[in-house]
């Protein structure tokens, strides 16, 4: 299944596409939301750092048996080495989620993966293919 | 995209010539409107299945040739439906060829309750199976792990479940490897992937994951039926899942281990989960080591829903242990070393199934010894409204496809397709109508599982049969599906 996000900035286009995940996870809706975790991780390109961050959502999402539905990303950076990103990530038990929950998001991989500015020089669009 | 020069080599066999940077030619196994649907998802879109069978022809150290199973559909890098077998001392091993749900497979038991009391009572068994295997997003097993319960599972795969009283000792028999790979090394795996999976041994999953009540609809072969214990109207129980978020965290992990490696080793990546590590180096002596932990814990997975559904079985029909036996267990996205014959000489090979089965013919060693006249049962699984099959391999396929066969159906329409097509709701109804009943987590799932979203399995086999590659043995029909 493919995803998109996109905003007017990276870090915007990142957190939409993040929402587009969530959104073969768990039904939308207004939860009342508590902190999962911080998600922090680093690629050589924006592409490789977008399906880290993903697969890091989902991998701390798991490791507290929760639901994200909601993600902050605070910072990306680019220096020498490559870039890196910080981010925080919202949601609810998933024992409270119950029936909303819906698919479970194998694996985000590099199948039809981009991060690049749109035809909109002002809108950042960052996509990719999630392994269902 | 759609470029990709093929040759029909029968009816039933497709070649695209080795040219280029190929080292082999590619093998699909297909009729003439496969190829044309292959050719034009190539052309329309950026996913091209054929490409991909071209790509891993282009890896270091494969043999013979990059094959594809009727099944063919694109995958992440290597085709799903892709076999690829790769010499020890020259070749590599790709992630791609594995992919994110490690030894993801289906176990077959058989119910000795006759097919028309199940009928009878298909609403509360049904009831009882849903209530008893946790299945769906989110759902946490009866086993709930430390860290050093996880490293024996990744040892000891389905005898960590049978010692927790998941099943009965005579199972393992009947299971691929008798339940566990040598090989496996838990310190190759990473601390996130065994945290993820404290509480996920014994779940079904969702996606295309199921557990199904079958019964046999029609006999092909029957010596070979005769010989795994089916006959007309026999109940069966089949369970398709895998290493769940454990084999899901390695194939992430090792992403970009195999990327650096690729690179370090200037193995060209033309996809990007084609990457890639020699065998026989640092990297990918630990992915394969990471992968056999992965192949154990699928092992453990299914043993334990096997020891659930006996239960409940045990419960709604007053029928002892010997009344739920195995028929078999296979899987079908793995890396096993095996030995084949290549160019009249016996060798150790790597062989990289992703989205096929091991389909071993007549006579090997590897296949237990109540079938090994007529080769192990081959579980090919349908859609939920249509049909399922159990196979047989043949002394051809071990010749030409390493002992290979299909998988299943293989999806014709993406999710989103479907989803844009189907309502769950209606799928559930109509399938009802059909005196199937359907139990699901998630009626959105019920739609992207749709009947219409996958090829005709009977002609997917058809295929192979036509290519005297696998034989029909016999035909499942279900009777009751729950998925996640």
């Given at each position: 299944m493919g995803i998109l996000g996109w905003g007017q900035s990276v870090a915007e286009a990142f957190e939409e596409a993040a929402a587009a995940m969530f959104d073969l996870m768990i039904e939308p809706g207004e939860y009342k939301q508590a902190v999962i975790g911080e998600v922090a991780c680093n690629g050589n390109t924006l592409v490789e750092l977008l399906i880290e961050f993903l697969n890091g959502i989902l991998s701390i999402s798991d490791r507290k048996e929760m639901a994200a539905v909601c993600v902050d990303v605070e910072r990306i950076s680019m220096s020498d080495g490559g870039w890196s990103l910080e981010s925080r990530v919202f949601g609810i038990s998933r024992a409270e989620a119950g029936g909303n929950l819906l698919t479970e998001v194998k694996a985000a991989t590099y199948y039809g993966s981009s991060v690049a500015k749109g035809t909109d020089p002002d809108r950042w669009e960052a996509k990719c293919v999630v392994d269902l | 995209m759609g470029s990709v020069k093929i040759v029909k080599v029968h009816d039933y066999l497709w070649e695209i010539p080795k040219e280029g940077s190929m080292n082999v030619p590619g093998r699909i196994y297909a009729d003439r409107k496969s190829i044309e649907h292959l050719r034009e998802e190539g052309r329309s879109k950026q996913w091209d299945a054929l490409l991909q069978v071209k790509n891993v022809a282009r890896l270091p150290g494969i043999q013979n040739a990059s094959l594809a199973m009727a099944d063919i559909h694109p995958g992440y890098g290597f085709p799903i439906g892709g076999v690829g077998a790769f010499d020890v001392e020259t070749g590599v091993v790709t992630m791609a060829g594995v992919g994110f749900d490690i030894n993801c497979g289906v176990r077959t038991m058989i119910v000795d309750v006759p097919r028309s009391d199940i009928e009878r009572r298909k609403e509360d068994l049904a009831d009882a199976l849903f209530r008893s295997v946790p299945a769906g997003l989110g759902s946490t097993g009866y086993l709930k792990l430390s860290m050093k319960e996880i490293d024996q599972v990744l040892r000891q795969g389905a005898r960590f479940s049978l010692e927790r009283g998941f099943g009965v000792e005579?199972?393992?028999?009947?299971?691929?490897?008798?339940?566990?790979?040598?090989?496996?090394?838990?310190?190759?795996?990473?601390?996130?992937?065994?945290?993820?999976?404290?509480?996920?041994?014994?779940?079904?999953?969702?996606?295309?994951?199921?557990?199904?009540?079958?019964?046999?609809d029609e006999v092909f072969d029957r010596p070979s039926a005769e010989?795994?214990?089916?006959?007309?109207?026999?109940?069966?129980?089949?369970?398709?899942?895998?290493?769940?978020?454990?084999?899901?965290?390695?194939?992430?992990?090792?992403?970009?281990?195999?990327?650096?490696?690729?690179?370090?080793?200037?193995?060209?990546?033309?996809?990007?989960?084609?990457?890639?590590?020699?065998?026989?180096?640092?990297e990918g002596e630990q992915y394969i080591a990471a992968v056999n932990s992965g192949i154990n814990c699928a092992f453990a997975n299914r043993q334990a829903i096997g020891g659930l559904v006996r239960n409940v079985f045990k419960e709604q029909?007053?029928?002892?242990?010997?009344?739920?036996?195995?028929?078999?267990?296979?899987?079908?996205?793995?890396?096993?070393?095996?030995?084949?014959?290549?160019?009249?000489?016996?060798?150790?090979?790597?062989?990289?199934?992703?989205?096929?089965?091991?389909?071993?013919g007549p006579g090997r060693r590897e296949v237990p010894g109540r079938y090994r006249p007529v080769g192990q049962p081959v579980l090919v699984g349908g859609t939920m409204g249509t049909c399922s099959f159990v196979l047989v391999g043949t002394e051809q396929g071990m010749d030409e496809t390493f002992g290979s066969a299909v998988h299943g159906a293989g999806r014709l329409k993406s999710r989103k397709q479907a989803l844009r097509q189907y309502r769950g709701e209606t799928v559930i109804r109509d399938l009802a109508g059909e005196g199937i009943i359907i139990r699901v987590h998630s009626k959105r799932g019920a739609a992207e599982e749709a009947p219409g979203a996958y090829k005709d399995v009977e002609r997917v086999v058809a295929i192979m049969e036509g290519a005297g590659v696998n034989k029909r043995v016999v035909r499942l029909k279900p009777m009751i599906c729950i998925k996640g």
């Open positions: - | 005579g199972d393992l028999d009947y299971i691929e490897e008798g339940g566990v790979v040598g090989g496996a090394d838990p310190g190759c795996v990473s601390r996130h992937a065994k945290e993820r999976q404290f509480k996920q041994v014994g779940t079904l999953g969702s996606g295309n994951h199921y557990l199904e009540v079958q019964y046999v010989v795994f214990g089916l006959k007309e109207d026999t109940v069966v129980v089949s369970i398709h899942t895998g290493s769940r978020a454990l084999g899901h965290q390695i194939g992430t992990d090792y992403l970009r281990t195999l990327k650096r490696a690729s690179e370090k080793y200037g193995i060209s990546v033309l996809e990007a989960e084609l990457v890639a590590a020699p065998i026989k180096s640092p029909f007053a029928i002892g242990d010997s009344g739920i036996g195995m028929l078999y267990e296979v899987g079908h996205n793995n890396l096993k070393f095996e030995r084949h014959e290549v160019n009249g000489v016996m060798r150790k090979l790597l062989v990289l199934r992703k989205g096929a089965t091991r389909a071993f």
